[in-house]
């Protein structure tokens, strides 16, 4: 296949590019992991097993849009929308379990010893995974295939979460955390939770609207 076809065909592309940021995703995951047996931060060890079931449900969402592609439009939607749902539980409950991990990073309460490496490294991510899911967004808003929509609610989310791991490893970074610190970490942290959570929710909402409304239609995405 030639790149022009590549470049033309979106959803082709939306599979490269979602492809590439899963491996990135995944070096992320282990390179948190490192640091979380290292330096025994339990908020890395949360992050590490955060970006892999992030990942997983990413090769869930490629594989069954794979598997679907001969199928018939109505199978397409029913399936597309059963796998929407369990994603968005799923993401619903991961995001509630991190209120945990976040609470003991806000708190403080754990010896690390993060250099500038470590900074710039997930400064790095941080940039390229906020980038990213700019761009996909952008490209993608009028995509009206679910589970590939839900893609673009895991590359924010992906987002959000690299920004909390980057200003944690700043504040440890710069030393211990002051009073205005921990004020500042336990608001950003609250309203990235938060605002995680509100997303999820109205995706999930539009989601299910939008199922009944494609469902009775003959249009094949």
């Not at 079931?53 to 001969?70: A, D, P, Q, S, Y």
């Not at 920004?163 to 944690?168: E, G």
Request: hydrophobic share 50%; proline share 1%.
């Amino acid at each position: 296949m030639k790149i022009k076809d590549i470049y033309k065909n979106k959803e082709l592309r939306l599979y490269i590019n979602t492809t590439i940021s899963f491996v990135i995703t995944i070096l992320f995951a282990l390179y948190n992991g490192i640091l979380g047996i290292v330096n025994s931060s339990i908020w890395n060890g949360s992050i590490c097993v955060y970006f892999i079931l992030l990942t997983i449900m990413k090769i869930i969402i490629l594989t069954t849009e794979r598997r679907i592609k001969t199928a018939s439009h109505q199978v397409k939607i029913k399936t597309r929308y059963k796998i929407f749902i369990t994603i968005s539980i799923l993401l619903l409950v991961l995001n509630l379990a991190l209120i945990t991990p976040i609470s003991l990073m806000v708190m403080n309460k754990k010896e690390v010893n993060f250099g500038m490496i470590t900074a710039i490294t997930l400064a790095s991510y941080t940039t390229y995974k906020i980038t990213y899911s700019i761009i996909m967004y952008v490209k993608n808003k009028t995509n009206r295939n679910l589970i590939f929509r839900q893609l673009r609610l895991i590359n924010l989310i992906d987002a959000i979460i690299s920004v909390l791991t980057l200003q944690n490893t700043l504040i440890v970074v710069n030393g211990p955390v002051g009073e205005d610190m921990f004020i500042l970490s336990a608001i950003t942290s609250a309203v990235a939770v938060g605002f995680i959570l509100i997303i999820v929710c109205v995706s999930l909402i539009k989601g299910i609207r939008n199922f009944k409304e494609d469902y009775n239609t003959d249009i094949i995405i």
